[in-house]
């Protein structure tokens, strides 16, 4: 063996300085980890990015002003319908007013305070309030007057009547509507919901109902 012959067995120079460019066709060694993708060959196109797509527009027009939102008061009937406006609540608690005192200060007049006509007049004004306002009232959301101006009072939840005794509750709750100088029952000409303060008390809203 000559000076400098690497021994018998020993590694060749092939394997110890490999060649620094591969063959033509095979694979190139894939990126380390983290490098960035290498550019895209002569002549092609780089992938094609998503963008997002513009929202479409939408052609319906916007709610009418004062109508409940889909859904409203969670009423599964379609009975809850727009809220109704001050005009018609104050028609209706008028009518009901009419309905209820006219006989009794007429029946008071006739027979005098003491009298049996007067009698006659305070049972009959106990009685139709118990019926109208918290009976019928409470379990339609009707009165006489409601009826007649065509609202009906609802929970807010549920869009359903809110019973006898709720009912009674509210009118005891309307005396906060009137001892701050009657300003509460005038709420509904600028509150987004039209509601007394009664009302905000409850969870009730008055809405348009057909009329009976």
Same mark, same amino acid.
């Given at each position: 063996m000559s000076y400098g012959t690497p021994p018998p067995g020993g590694p060749s120079d092939s394997e110890e300085n490999p060649p620094s460019n591969p063959g033509y066709g095979s694979a190139p060694p894939p990126p380390a980890y983290g490098a960035p993708p290498p550019? #895209?060959?002569? +002549?092609?196109? #780089? #992938?094609?990015?998503?963008?997002d797509q513009p929202a479409p527009y939408s052609s319906a027009p916007p709610p009418a002003y004062g109508a409940a939102p889909a859904g409203y008061g969670g009423a599964q009937d379609g009975t809850a319908g727009a809220l109704a406006l001050w005009p018609q609540r104050a028609l209706g608690g008028l009518i009901d007013f009419i309905a209820l005192s006219i006989p009794f200060y007429v029946l008071s007049a006739i027979g005098g305070n003491r009298g049996p006509l007067y009698i006659l007049g305070v049972v009959y004004l106990l009685g139709m309030t118990i019926w109208n306002r918290y009976l019928k009232g409470g379990s339609t959301g009707q009165t006489i007057g409601r009826g007649v101006a065509g609202v009906r009072l609802v929970s807010e939840k549920t869009g359903e009547p809110i019973g006898a005794g709720?009912? !009674?509750?509210? =009118?005891?709750?309307? %005396?906060? =509507?009137?001892?701050?100088?009657?300003? +509460?029952?005038? !709420?509904? %000409?600028?509150d987004s919901k039209r509601q007394t303060l009664a009302d905000k008390i409850l969870g009730t809203v008055v809405v348009v109902a057909p009329k009976a």
């Open positions: 550019p #895209p060959a002569y +002549g092609q196109q #780089p #992938p094609s990015q998503p963008y709720m009912a !009674f509750v509210r =009118d005891l709750a309307h %005396l906060v =509507d009137s001892v701050i100088c009657y300003v +509460g029952w005038l !709420f509904p %000409l600028w």
